[in-house]
C-alpha cells in the first residue's frame, strides 16, 4: 500500500522560509512526477511544482522562490520554501503518479493516483 507523508508545515513570517517533506514507502518513485499541490481556504487545489527524473517545472507564483528536490535514496520530495508571503498560506499536499510521459508537467490534480494528508503553511504578514 503506497503511503505519502508531509511534514514541516507550521506558522512563518512572512519573508522566512519552511522546508516541506514528503515521505513515499510502499514503492519507490525514483523516475516518476512527485509534486506539490496547495489548496487555500475556499479556494481549489493548486499546482505548486513537480520534479521527474526529465525535468521539473513549477506554477509562475512560486517561480525563484520555492525549490523541489528529490531524495531517491529516502524515496523522499522536497519543497524549499523562501520568502514566503502571506498569499502562500495553505495546506500543502504531495502527489505521486504511476504513469508518465518525459518533459511533461501535470499540473491536474486529477492526474495523480497517490496523495498525500496535506501540512498546514501559515503565513503571517
Known amino acids: 500500500q503506497v503511503q505519502l507523508v508531509e511534514s514541516g508545515g507550521g506558522l512563518v513570517q512572512a519573508g522566512g522560509s519552511l522546508r516541506l517533506s514528503c515521505a513515499a514507502s510502499g514503492r519507490t518513485f525514483s523516475r516518476n512526477p512527485m509534486t506539490w499541490f496547495r489548496q487555500a481556504p475556499g479556494k481549489d487545489r493548486e499546482f505548486v511544482a513537480q520534479?521527474?527524473?526529465?525535468?521539473?517545472c513549477y506554477a509562475d507564483s512560486v517561480k525563484g522562490r520555492f525549490t523541489i528536490s528529490r531524495d531517491n535514496a529516502k524515496n523522499t520530495v522536497y519543497l524549499q520554501m523562501n520568502s514566503l508571503k502571506p498569499e502562500d498560506t495553505a495546506v500543502y499536499y504531495c502527489?505521486?503518479?504511476?504513469?508518465?510521459?518525459?518533459?511533461?508537467?501535470?499540473?491536474?490534480?486529477?492526474?495523480?493516483?497517490?496523495w498525500g494528508q496535506g501540512t498546514q503553511v501559515t503565513v503571517s504578514s
Open positions: 502527489a505521486a503518479k504511476d504513469t508518465y510521459t518525459n518533459y511533461k508537467c501535470y499540473v491536474n490534480t486529477y492526474e495523480y493516483d497517490y
Open positions: 520534479t521527474s527524473w526529465s525535468s521539473d
